[in-house]
Antibody, heavy 120, light 107 residues
Framework: EVQLVESGGGLVQPGGSLRLSCVAS????????MYWVRQAPGEGPMVVSV????????RYADSVKGRFTISRDNAKNTLYLQVNSLRAEDTAVYYC?????????????WGQGTLVTVSS | DIQVTQSPSTLSASAGDRVTITCRAS??????LAWFQQKPGKAPRLLIY???TLESGVPSRFSGSGSGTEFTLTISSLQPDDFATYYC?????????FGQGTKVEIK
């Protein structure tokens, strides 16, 4: 069974930083593209970033480009999101998600999410 | 970026009703469209991918159709467990955008 467990969220002041982690199990982590998706309160989800299998290709939503960095450690079955220069509008539940293997962006597997709150 | 717009934003229905939700893309996405169900405090659950293919384990009362820019999700006979918020998502091109959601409420 595919399991994705996020951690690292919390309350942070504007301008602050956090490192989110997602530990994967139940599948061969190194074979799948991985995603971070966030959902602000009362809004639809938004794909923040994507990374390929060997960390040689990454993409970011315009709203986080230059502030967020996605990475992975295939030896540790772990996906990361370094979030810097946080703003109030970054407040959201952050989910990691696994590609289906059928097509990029096809997301059948999600973690339970970790809440990031940006507030002074 | 490709925008996706859902309608209606809220839908009131009774158990047993047939329910249809519409999703429109700002440009053609052929059939690169998914539908998700989300309940409060939970992650979204994939129901349908490639516009009309049912994800494994999803009840057959859910169906999807459409191509190009117009898509529909239909629930043939609404069950108590189906009261939730539904999102469409295009994955034709990055960023893979979601609609704003349709909340299906008890009438």
């Amino acid at each position: 069974e595919v399991q994705l467990v996020e951690s690292g969220g919390g309350l942070v002041q504007p301008g602050g930083s956090l490192r989110l982690s997602c530990v994967a199990s139940g599948f061969t982590f190194s074979r799948y593209w991985m995603y971070w998706v966030r959902q602000a309160p009362g809004e639809g989800p938004m794909v923040v970033s994507v990374i390929n299998t060997d960390d040689t290709y990454t993409r970011y939503a315009d709203s986080v480009k230059g502030r967020f960095t996605i990475s992975r450690d295939n030896a540790k079955n772990t996906l990361y999101l370094q979030v810097n220069s946080l703003r109030a509008e970054d407040t959201a539940v952050y989910y990691c998600a696994r590609d289906s293997g059928r097509a990029l962006g096809d997301l059948p597997h999600w973690g339970q999410g970790t809440l990031v709150t940006v507030s002074s | 970026d490709i925008q996706v717009t859902q309608s209606p934003s809220t839908l009131s229905a009774s158990a047993g009703d047939r329910v249809t939700i519409t999703c429109r893309a700002s440009q053609s996405i052929t059939t690169w469209l998914a539908w998700f169900q989300q309940k409060p405090g939970k992650a979204p659950r994939l129901l349908i991918y490639k516009a009309s293919t049912l994800e494994s384990g999803v009840p057959s009362r859910f169906s999807g159709s459409g191509s190009g820019t117009e898509f529909t999700l239909t629930i043939s006979s609404l069950q108590p467990d189906d009261f939730a918020t539904y999102y469409c998502q295009q994955y034709n091109s990055f960023p893979y955008t979601f609609g704003q959601g349709t909340k299906v409420e008890i009438k």
